[in-house]
């Protein structure tokens, strides 16, 4: 018999790769929060033939409602849970409402629901940025680790979006932390990437407005030649979206990853050496000219890469991935 994988926001950039990787071993039962993202995601799948779609299931879920939770565990025989739903769009109004507030309550409701039913293991996909404060991110001097934490406080969080962001994650794995040290019985592991780079699940949706960050590749392909100065001042960790999918599967199967925080990146980008790479690969582009940007950046010290099986992909290559699938999809 295969065992049933509840996966929260199953439609998103992540999301849609842990469906397909999944679906190797698992009947999965995806949360969308519409009936169109429900049946999109479907359509997307059936581009795949090797994927048995016959074995994934949508459902809605949003962040804050208890009682479609509650219903679609008494619908399925869920066994294992990962938890990949979060908004995440800086440009949102309201982010009281649109982010702090669905990222802890949603948290604090899997884990009241999740109590009386027979599930054996919990992923969390958490974020790096629980680990430190936007203060920190240019300080040389400190060191992220699984063991530092973002100190922001409510009051700090509805500042703006990124402090709300840090704010909430952090809240949220504080709880879920708490929630596994207390259970017998149920296995976690929560994964904090960086920046989440790499191609698209599904080339088709390199005709549209990608998530945030990979927009940046759309922005960084749209410049002219005489476009450098809109070319976005940032930089930092890279994690492939591949990689993180693989992570989230193997934490449901290998003791040495249970109730683990994985930081896992691979190298440093900046969206200086994105346009770089553009152009030393698609000289039919009419780009900006190669530039520099001096990268100031925290440390990080983790465990991680002594506790995984593969080899992180290297940096360069997920952002030629990246870029590589937009050009031929839209042909440029």
């Known amino acids: 018999m295969m065992e ?20 190797s071993k698992y009947k999965v039962i ?12 479907v359509q997307e799948l059936k581009q795949d033939s090797q994927l048995n779609i016959g074995n994934f299931q949508w459902e809605i879920w949003e962040l804050t409602d208890q009682a479609s939770l509650e219903k679609i565990l008494k619908k399925y025989k869920i066994s294992k849970i990962v938890h990949s739903a979060a908004p995440y769009d800086f440009g949102i109004k309201n982010f009281v409402d649109n982010v702090i507030n669905p990222i802890i309550k ?3 409701i899997l884990i009241s629901v999740i109590k009386t039913y027979p599930v054996t293991h919990f992923v969390l996909t958490s974020s790096s940025q629980c680990h430190y404060n936007l203060d920190q991110y240019s300080n040389e001097d400190f060191i992220l680790t699984e ?7 409510y009051e700090e969080a509805v500042e703006n979006p ?9 809240q949220s794995e504080i709880l879920y932390w708490n929630f596994i040290n207390s259970s017998a019985s149920i296995i976690g592991c929560a994964i904090s990437p960086f920046f989440m780079f790499g191609p698209q699940p599904f080339d ?11 927009e940046l590749f759309n922005i960084i392909l749209r410049c002219g030649p005489d476009d ?13 979206v591949r990689d993180i999918a693989e992570l989230h599967f193997k934490a449901l199967e290998h003791e040495k990853l249970q109730n683990k925080i994985l930081l896992p990146f691979s190298g440093i980008f900046s969206c200086a050496e994105i346009l770089n790479l553009a152009k030393d690969s698609f000289r039919q582009l009419n780009l900006p000219p190669k530039t520099f940007t001096e990268i100031i950046l925290f440390k990080v010290v983790s465990n991680t890469n002594g506790l995984i099986d593969f080899e992180l992909t290297n940096p360069n290559q997920t952002i030629f991935d990246s870029l590589n699938q937009i050009v031929l999809t839209k042909n440029l």
């Open 4 to 23: 049933t994988v509840l996966l929260t926001g199953s439609n998103g950039f992540l999301g849609s790769h842990l469906v397909k990787k999944l679906l």
């Open 30 to 41: 995806g949360t969308v929060r519409s009936k169109d993202k429900g049946e999109n995601l």
């Open 106 to 108: 949603g948290m604090e």
């Open 147 to 153: 063991k530092t934490w973002c100190s922001y406080n």
């Open 162 to 170: 990124f402090k709300a962001y840090h704010y909430a994650k952090t």
């Open 204 to 214: 088709s949706r390199c005709l549209k407005r990608l998530n945030t960050p990979n």
């Open 228 to 240: 450098l100065s809109k070319i976005p001042n940032l930089f930092g960790y890279v994690s492939d």
